[in-house]
T-cell receptor
Framework: SQKIEQNSEALNIQEGKTATLTCNYT??????LQWYRQDPGRGPVFLLL?????KEKRKERLKVTFDTTLKQSLFHITASQPADSATYLC???????????FGAGTRLFVKA | NAGVTQTPKFRILKIGQSMTLQCTQD?????MYWYRQDPGMGLKLIYY???????DKGEVPNGYNVSRSTTEDFPLRLELAAPSQTSVYFC??????????????FGPGTRLTVL
């Protein structure tokens, strides 16, 4: 069955460093991959989308890579700040489909 | 725009009771979804709708029902609550322009406990 894996252990980094989160998937050939941010007690917020034919996408301090051969996406936050502390969810799906599959998320803590 | 709103924020039910979780969006989005989120697990799709009058099952529909009489509202009904339905429920919608890649706007969630 289709499976998404994100590191269940929290990631702790120092302010100013680059945070790198990993998303691996199996038994799937997605048309797109998304990253969402979720703060405690709130709903996820869409951050970035990368399509299957794209290798990299950037948005301000965020960078996403997508390797369909390795079946992996990396999510980078450069110059991290304590306000970046949250859970980050990876999601993927087929183009035009209605069923996006979500990973369980990785908790990020950025220390001042 | 208020975006996607959900009520109630919290609810405790007894086994066998029924309730409706409300979801409303004021962005004129055709596509709407209901998910549940359990600790340590990814969001699981319960039901979705592509427009008023059209609904379909997701990955975990058992024990739930939905209706979509208007574009704005997409209520989720629990008929006979069971402890396994203890979860956080999120409603989401997708703008028409991002439909191909399913960018979703989420509500704040409803935390439901069944005892």
């Amino acid at each position: 069955s289709q499976k998404i894996e994100q590191n269940s252990e929290a990631l702790n980094i120092q302010e100013g460093k680059t945070a790198t989160l990993t998303c691996n998937y199996t038994n799937y050939s997605p048309a797109y991959l998304q990253w969402y941010r979720q703060d405690p007690g709130r709903g996820p917020v869409f951050l970035l989308l990368i399509r299957e034919n794209e290798k990299e996408k950037r948005k301000e301090r965020l960078k996403v890579t997508f390797d369909t051969t390795l079946k992996q996406s990396l999510f980078h936050i450069t110059a991290s700040q304590p306000a970046d502390s949250a859970t980050y969810l990876c999601a993927l799906g087929g183009a035009g489909g209605f069923k996006t599959i979500f990973g369980a998320g990785t908790r990020l803590f950025v220390k001042a | 725009n208020a975006g996607v709103t959900q009520t109630p924020k919290f609810r405790i039910l007894k086994i066998g009771q029924s309730m409706t979780l409300q979801c409303t969006q004021d962005m004129n989005h055709n596509y709407m979804y209901w998910y549940r989120q359990d600790p340590g697990m990814g969001l699981k799709l319960i039901y979705y709708s592509v427009g008023a009058g059209i609904t379909d099952k997701g990955e975990v529909p058992n024990g739930y029902n939905v209706s979509r009489s208007t574009t704005e509202d997409f209520p989720l009904r629990l008929e006979l609550a069971a402890p396994s339905q203890t979860s956080v429920y999120f409603c989401a919608s997708t703008p028409p322009g991002t439909r191909l890649y399913n960018e979703q706007f989420f509500g704040p969630g409803t935390r439901l406990t069944v005892l």
